[in-house]
């Protein structure tokens, strides 16, 4: 279970970076790693580090392009350096990361259910 939600997270930090990076691109990666989770023996456990690695990746992404403008300074910082709104992107990206660490809880409540 481990290894392939581990899998599926570094997977899903990729993709999601990638998307924010190349956009409709990403859709090339995200159909094998789809196809991935689909045929893994844990289908829950992979499409759950995949949606977790997705949101992190996005936010990750994000928090570095804020970052790299509010740290700038010089001659002309304001004129040059203006971040725009980022709360979309930052909301979608913890939608991700959230669906996909609930399923992860879900999954781990009913695998510790059915060993008792």
Not at 15 to 38: K, M, R, T, Y
Not at 43 to 59: E, N, Y
């Amino acid at each position: 279970m481990g290894t392939t939600w581990l899998l599926g997270t570094a997977l899903g930090v990729f993709i999601g970076a990638f998307s924010l990076e190349a956009g409709v691109l990403a859709i090339l990666l995200v159909l094998p790693a789809g196809l991935w989770a689909l045929r893994s023996g844990s289908k829950r456990v992979a499409t759950s580090g995949l949606l977790v690695g997705v949101g992190a990746g996005q936010a990750g992404l994000l928090l570095v392009a804020n970052l790299r403008c509010t740290t700038v300074s010089g001659p002309g910082y304001f004129e040059t350096c203006s971040s725009l709104d980022l709360a979309p992107f930052v909301l979608v990206a913890g939608g991700f990361a959230a669906a996909g660490v609930l399923l992860g809880v879900l999954v781990f409540a009913r695998r510790l259910a059915g060993s008792q």
